[in-house]
């Protein structure tokens, strides 16, 4: 390493030290770099996310107080000062940090201390035995932000958003975000905090950590932005086949039979199905991780029928292990188990005392999966449903856990990684190759052990179905590729109630095009479920098959699911262009149209793939719908065949068994089959 008077040069980074800081930048991965800071006199490797990179080819100099690093289109340039603060009285050493692109125009800089405001663009504040860091930025006045996970707001551009960098149910904090200026930004710290887009100012805060982490990339297109970022993180596999087509769910399917003559039923009717499920409290006590055999008599039969009928089955692992476990002794003798730091060590109360298990712990990931690999893998069972995945804390009391690999205010945002991580890792050695397991949060990093994402148990109402194409868009950008929705919403569905089923059609109709098509929801009336000897189990929801809602209702959901599997060459595709180069499934039109300004401003229609405009219809008995079609191509009614020029707001016809879909000029024939 060369070291200068001011700085340290190696042959990929620059190193500043003053004060007690150390501060680094170092290029990682092509046009891309990774910025580390701590106020303990060195740096650490963390691997939360990022994955290393092969060296880049970068130029650096060193003039004077300005170091300057060049790798492809992205420049960083650290300016040092030496200088005697009169009101402390003594020499301080500051450094400040700016970040340009190909085009010289800057899309990064830290802010500016203020004379004598003495403000700290990278600012520690100590508490026991660790940092409450500060990433403050200058703010590009008129740039557009999307990205972030997963938030239950209709919101499109972030630019004047405060979001909490936490998970919640229903809410996955992914800590990447793009803006229309052409950059991305990474935070890399798994710390509990906020991101604060102001117009005024960017803020980043970690409430306990060790280091300030981040990274950030530039390219022309939000397409090379999501390139970069699958690059740096990982890509998602590629989608199996079963992940393609249509999955059947309800809660809850409560015993063996039921869950066959479903499947079989679909048969019969000629309704393609790949995947049914069997949902939570399939197990005698949370923690078993195997099936109840009063209910489940014969689990491998059942995986064998299933796959004789062209379905896989998928079973739901909840992280949760009850006191009345069979395994509860074992987990906590093994410290296996999250612990609280105060109070009496329960973390959830549902269906009586729980605590969750802790899957930082390299040992809790071997001994769990070969628990389930045990009682279900080796059935046969192949897709798993790894739910209350943020966790789910009865009380969200960030700062009452601890994990093996640190305090939950520390590093706790990595938690639905790591139980991704332990399912993909366990089903690669036990030789599966075809990955796909449906998760209730994700992380940075998630979308490379086989993460479907679903958005959580939200409302039955049009509002949270508005949400969830925000949420698609946003979670896409964070580099989550794969997502679904529970059709028709979680809470609160009455089958029998027409307002209700007027919601499900149009919901159907979004989870067509969606990443996943998956039908899900705690339906009413709720039926009672009792074992032999009287005691009781969890409730069964009202039916929620696709012939449950009457037959007009039935006519229609038919129709879209063989749709679905009309579009399947043309899903395969994007899933393909997913896996290989990270890019979304559900994209933000501003992602194949960045050069129209209108795109940057609409999540209530989206590009399913490159070639599809979809527009959910999202207001009750609603027979029309505005939507707009961006300027650079044509656009042909996928219904009608009418061709339309793009760059207009047009008021389309929707009677309730049409959403307003548009092709792409130029899309291929998987597309063009949709309207000839």
Known sequence: MNVTSIFEVGPD??????????????????????????????????????????????????????????????????????????????????????????????????????????????????????????????????????????????????????????????????????????????????????ATFASNRTEWVAESTDQLDYWVTVGSTPARLSSALADATGHVPMMPEYGLGYWQCKLRYWNQEQLLEVAREHHRRGLPLDVIVADFFHWPKMGDYRFENEFWPDPAAMVAELKELGVELMVSIWPQVSLESENFGRFKKENLLVRTERGMGIHMGFQGPSVFIDVTNPRTRETVWEICKRNYHNLGVKVFWLDEAEPEYGVYDFDNYRYHAGPNVQIGNIYPQAYSRMFYEGQRAAGQEDIVNLVRCAWLGSQRFGALVWSG??????????????????????????????????????????????????????????????MHGDRRPQQDVSAADGSLRCPTGAPNEL???????????ARYVRLRETLRPYTRRVMA?????????????FHEFPDDPQSWNLVDQYMFGPDLLVAPVIEAHATCRKLYLPAGASWTDIHTGQVHSGGQWLTVAAPVDVIPVFAREGAGQDVTVLHQ
């Open 13 to 194: 980074s620059v190193t500043w030290r003053g004060d007690g800081e150390t501060l680094v930048v170092q290029a990682w991965g092509a046009h891309s770099l990774r910025v580390r800071s701590s106020a303990s006199g060195h740096v650490v490797d963390n691997d939360f996310a990022l994955l290393p990179q092969p060296p880049q080819p970068v130029g650096i100099s060193v003039d004077g107080e300005a170091a300057t690093m060049v790798n492809g289109e992205i420049t960083a340039i650290l300016r040092a000062r030496e200088f005697h603060d009169d009101q402390v009285g003594h020499k301080v050493l500051r450094c400040t940090l700016e970040v340009r692109d190909g085009r010289g125009q800057t899309v990064l800089k830290e802010l500016d201390e203020g004379g004598s405001l003495k403000l700290k663009a990278r600012e520690y504040r100590p508490q026991s035995g660790s940092y409450r860091v500060k990433a403050s930025f200058e703010s590009i006045r008129d740039e557009k932000l999307y990205g972030m996970g997963q938030y239950q707001q209709a919101v499109a551009d972030l630019k004047g958003s405060t979001l909490e960098l936490a998970h919640r149910n229903s809410q996955a904090s992914v800590p990447f975000v793009i803006s229309s200026a052409g950059y991305g930004f990474l935070w890399h710290n798994p710390a509990i905090g906020s």
């Open 457 to 518: 148990d939200i409302h039955s109402t049009w509002e949270d179905l508005r949400n969830q194409i925000a949420a698609g868009i946003h979670l896409g950008v964070a580099g989550i590729p794969w997502f679904t929705t529970d059709i028709g919403g979680f809470h609160g569905g009455n089958i029998e109630d027409p307002d209700f089923r007027d919601l499900l059609v149009r919901w159907f109709q979004f989870g067509t095009f969606c990443p996943v098509m998956r």
């Open 547 to 557: 012939w449950s809602f009457g037959d007009d209702v039935y006519d229609i959901l």
């Open 577 to 589: 262009d997913a896996h290989e180069f990270g890019q979304p499934v559900m994209r933000g039109l």
